[in-house]
């Protein structure tokens, strides 16, 4: 693969993390809104003597929502977990690219300097010889 396939893929990691940290906001910020309103509608209601009587409602009349998201949370941060790895090998393998780019380019640049050098030895070369002729 190269340079410019190995940087779109890094990429495409990248946006693909930043989108499932994205997911796990929006879902947190749900939530919270879910329980800011659950809260608005026993506080309208008058039910809310203690604040255990809340704690109770929410976690008992969302038990398998909390389970699931849970278990969402886990996956997600699991897949992280994996992304960022994957991102590091790719960082990792592109500073070694970067390396063989620059070690070729600087063997490049002497073997420029060694032809300019045989070039202008061989025109002077040249150049004695129709002299002396």
Do not use: P
């Given at each position: 693969?190269d340079?410019?396939g190995?940087?779109?893929?890094?990429d495409?990691?990248?946006?693909?993390?930043?989108?499932?940290?994205?997911?796990?906001?929006?879902?947190?910020?749900?939530l919270?809104?879910?329980?800011?309103?659950l809260?608005?509608?026993?506080?309208?209601?008058g039910?809310?003597?203690?604040?255990?009587?809340?704690q109770?409602?929410?976690?008992?009349?969302?038990?398998?929502?909390?389970?699931q998201?849970r278990q969402?949370?886990?996956?997600?941060l699991d897949?992280?977990?994996?992304?960022?790895?994957?991102?590091?090998?790719g960082?990792?393998?592109?500073?070694r690219?970067?390396?063989?780019l620059?070690n070729?380019?600087?063997?490049?640049?002497?073997?420029?300097?060694?032809?300019?050098?045989?070039v202008t030895?061989?025109?002077?070369?040249?150049?004695?010889?129709?002299?002396l002729?």
């Open positions: 693969m340079y410019a190995r940087v779109t893929e890094t495409e990691v990248e946006d693909e993390l930043w989108n499932l940290l994205d997911i796990i906001h929006r879902k947190g910020t749900r919270k809104d879910e329980a800011e309103a809260q608005g509608t026993i506080r309208e209601q039910n809310l003597r203690e604040e255990s009587n809340f109770r409602v929410l976690f008992h009349s969302s038990a398998d929502d909390v389970r998201l969402e949370r886990d996956l997600l897949r992280l977990a994996e992304m960022e790895a994957e991102v590091l090998a960082r990792v393998h592109t500073s690219l970067q390396e063989d620059e070729l380019l600087s063997t490049k640049h002497d073997l420029e300097e060694q032809l300019k050098a045989v030895q061989r025109g002077e070369s040249f150049l004695c010889i129709c002299i002729n």
